[in-house]
Nanobody, 129 residues
Framework: QVQLEESGGGSVQPGGSLRLSCRTS??????MGWFRQSPGKEREGVAA???????TYADSMKGRLTISQGNAGNTVYLQMNNLEPEDTAMYYC?????????????????????????WGKGTLVTISS
């Protein structure tokens, strides 16, 4: 069973920045992504990156996010800048396993979360003055 562990959440003031990290026990995920959920709201995909480093971002946070891979291949980062109170949420990391040697891309619908196989337990991000 693949395990994912998020870290880096915390409380910052509006306009601040945070860098979330996600470490996975599997080194060959086809696609990894970050999702968030606030109380009373549906889960929302915010960013994804595939095995070859191609990225996808949600329009809601585009321009304020950068998703990247670590050199070891089993870590994904989410740099979040200019954070707003509306960004307060639990942030989850998810991964999609490779179905074959040629499976290196995120599905077009990656940000809806349904195509991800493994999920972390989340890290809380709170934006408040």
């Amino acid at each position: 069973q693949v395990q994912l562990e998020e870290s880096g959440g915390g409380s910052v003031q509006p306009g601040g920045s945070l860098r979330l990290s996600c470490r996975t026990s599997e080194y060959t995920s086809a696609c990894m992504g970050w999702f968030r959920q606030s109380p009373g709201k549906e889960r929302e995909g915010v960013a994804a990156i595939d095995y070859d480093g191609r990225t996808t971002y949600a329009d809601s946070m585009k321009g304020r996010l950068t998703i990247s891979q670590g050199n070891a291949g089993n870590t994904v980062y989410l740099q979040m800048n200019n954070l707003e109170p509306e960004d307060t949420a639990m942030y989850y990391c998810a991964a999609r396993r490779r179905r074959s040697l040629y499976d290196t891309a995120c599905p077009l619908s990656v940000l809806n979360g349904a195509t991800m196989d493994y999920w972390g337990k989340g890290t809380l991000v709170t934006i408040s003055s």
